[in-house]
């Protein structure tokens, strides 16, 4: 067993005695405090105060500083791979169904052709067609920006816009495209066909047609757009009242 240590002796006064422990507690007047302004300093290390809740959001901030912008990037990464996943899907499935369904053209047949001249305007095209769509499973929309050219011998005479439509499955129709003549002057073969009375080989006309048409095939739930060219050779007994349409051919 380890030794005990004896405890020091109480203290004493000069002569010996041991003081009298009532008279500590009462102080003398040297030994009272009185009253006034005192300045206790107490260690930082014994200040204890509660932080405010912000403290720990910025705390946990600056201790995961990356998560967030690790989980925005990932999300951003996984929506971009949804969006090329999806894209790719779509072409794939176009260029399959255009592959597999092979659609033919459309095709244009002049039906009748009006002419109107006026001293105070150029000269008035009315020709009148029918379009026929001969696919089975797919649709064809002729869309707003098309442009039609009348030309006579590599002369253009006339020209107008297109007008839009749109043709379901094994569908026709008939639309009316109307051209404005140029102002410049009119070949004298069309002068002479436009004077002549009745129909002769000298009246009859043969006239040329351009058109360019923006259209969009539809098969199922996809559409592709693509340019459309029509070009047709007419020929008419007479450029004026009652004009008939002797032949007429269209290719597209």
């Given amino acids: 067993m380890e030794e005990r240590v004896p405890l020091p002796p109480p203290p ?6 041991l003081p009298d422990p009532d008279h500590h507690l009462l102080p003398d007047s040297q030994n009272a405090f009185g009253s006034g302004t005192y300045v ?18 910025i705390a946990e901030r600056y201790r995961t500083p990356g998560q967030k912008s690790k989980s925005y990037r990932s999300r951003c990464i996984i929506i971009c791979i949804l969006i090329c996943f999806i894209a790719a ?7 399959i169904s255009s592959r597999l369904i092979n659609p ?32 089975s499973k797919t649709g064809i929309i ?7 050219s009348l030309s006579f011998k590599q002369q253009e005479i006339a020209d107008g816009d297109c007008p839009t439509f749109s043709l379901g499955f094994k569908d026709s129709t008939v639309f009316v495209l109307q051209l404005n003549g140029l102002k410049t002057a009119l070949p004298k073969e069309i002068e002479r066909s436009m004077k002549g009375g009745k129909s002769t080989r000298q009246t009859s006309v043969s006239l040329s047609l ?6 969009k095939r539809k098969v199922w739930f ?28 269209c290719h597209s």
Avoid: W
């Fill in 222 to 249: 996809f559409k592709t757009g693509k340019r459309l060219a029509v070009s047709c050779n007419v020929t008419v007994d007479k450029l004026g009242k009652d004009t008939r349409v002797i032949s007429q051919e």
């Fill in 142 to 148: 002729y869309e707003d920006g098309g442009h039609a």
């Fill in 40 to 57: 206790v300093q107490v260690p930082k290390d014994q200040i204890y105060r509660v932080p405010p809740p912000e403290n720990a959001l």
């Fill in 89 to 95: 899907v779509v072409a794939i499935a176009a260029v």
């Fill in 104 to 135: 033919k053209t459309p095709t244009f047949q002049i039906q009748n052709l009006v002419f109107a001249n006026s001293s105070r305007s150029p000269p008035h095209y009315k020709i009148t067609f029918k379009a026929e769509n001969p696919n």
């Fill in 210 to 215: 351009s058109m360019d048409y923006p259209i």
């Fill in 12 to 17: 004493t006064d000069a002569h010996g005695n």
